[in-house]
């Protein structure tokens, strides 16, 4: 059964910095993508960053220059960095991990955590 599981979010100042972390455990199989999504109140849930195998990445155009998605593979873990906080960066922020069916499987399945809140407040 595979588990995400976030860490690293919490209360910060305006123009701060917070690092967070997403623990896939399970198996998963190839062609996997690796992204964070956000939710704040009242508004939908968006895509924040997204990386691939190859390590192509893209960002919400909010947060370019500012965040940065990493991933490190041998431990199933990837990041986001996300610097000059704001307040509008308030929300819920959950990963998730796209990857084939199977090893040899054409479709995909979706993995998602349970989310992380991240609060910009002075």
């Known amino acids: 059964q595979v588990q995400l599981e976030e860490s690293g979010g919490g209360l910060v100042q305006p123009g701060g910095s917070l690092r967070l972390s997403c623990v896939t455990s399970?198996?998963?199989?190839?062609?996997?993508?690796r992204a964070w999504y956000r939710q704040a109140p009242g508004r939908q849930r968006e895509l924040v960053a997204a990386i691939n195998e190859g390590d192509d990445t893209r960002y919400a155009d909010s947060v370019k220059g500012r965040f940065t998605i990493s991933r490190v593979a041998v431990s199933n873990t990837h990041y986001l960095q996300m610097n000059d906080l704001k307040p509008e960066d308030t929300a819920v922020y959950y990963c998730k991990v796209i990857s084939r069916s199977s090893p040899t499987s054409t479709t995909y399945r979706e993995y998602w955590g349970r989310g992380t809140q991240v609060t910009v407040s002075s």
């Open positions: 399970g198996a998963i199989f190839g062609d996997t993508t």
